[in-house]
């Protein structure tokens, strides 16, 4: 009877004393650990936005930036199958052929040209278009059937400042005579992404591929 009392004593004891040595968390220990983790993803977050913005912005960059290269290059396969360059540095009546100054050395602000055989254009031609309402400029195709009409063919986040065009055997006389013509392309402008103004700058070369200037 005095062994069982003792076992049980023991056990109570026992129990006791384990659950004396169990331990938490206080309330501070918690505020603090619930602090520190806020914060961290607080960073996290904050990254992961600033991440994701930079991202858009860098893709609607090269977005803008593949727009005036799908330009240029339109441009460049245009001339390739075109002939009768005529170079300008004024608006003039590009409707008709008639050969200009030569524009190899100082370069003209518009190129006018016949299209590829087939076309339904007569003359089809390449300048900055007029201002836009936010005063920035774009490049504009102009077709000459029985009316002109003329497009822009850059998207209007992009500000073209130059467009100058290099024109090399295009009045078939001398030197010019039995001289390829070619055309080279020089584009300047400004991509504005989120108010931030990227510069660029382009260039290209055509030559003609058909024997008649």
């Known amino acids: 009877m005095i062994f069982y009392i003792n076992f049980k004593n023991n056990r109570i004891n026992g129990n006791h004393r384990r659950s004396n ?7 501070i220990e918690l505020m603090v650990a ?13 990254s992961l936005v600033v991440s994701s913005n ?6 609607k960059l090269r977005t803008a930036v593949d727009n005036v290269n799908f330009a240029m290059e339109s441009i460049t396969r245009e001339l390739r199958t075109g ?7 004024d608006v ?27 076309s339904s254009s007569s003359r089809v031609a390449y300048k ?18 029985t009316y002109k009409t003329c497009s822009d063919i850059v998207s ?16 078939n006389t001398a030197p010019n005579i ?23 700058i382009l260039q290209s070369m055509a030559s003609q591929r058909s024997t008649e200037n």
């Not at 930079?54 to 893709?59: D, E, V």
């Not at 039995?178 to 660029?200: E, H, R, Y």
């Open 54 to 59: 930079l991202a858009k912005t860098a893709q």
């Open 34 to 46: 619930t602090t520190l983790f806020t914060i961290i993803m607080l960073m996290g977050v904050g």
């Open 178 to 200: 039995n001289v390829q013509s070619s055309v080279k392309i020089l584009v300047k402008g400004v991509v504005t992404i989120k108010g931030v103004a990227t510069p660029f």
């Open 156 to 171: 209007t986040n992009v500000n073209i400042t130059t467009l100058k065009f290099y024109v090399r055997g295009s009045d």
């Open 21 to 27: 040595n169990l331990s938490g968390f206080t309330l």
């Open 83 to 89: 002939t009768h360059y005529e170079c300008e540095t």
């Open 92 to 118: 003039v009546n590009m409707a008709s052929i008639g050969y200009s100054l030569d524009c190899a050395t100082s370069g003209g602000n518009i190129i006018a040209f016949n299209p590829q055989v087939g």
């Open 128 to 145: 900055l278009t007029d201002a836009r309402p936010d005063g920035t400029r774009g490049i504009e195709r102009c077709e000459y059937t």
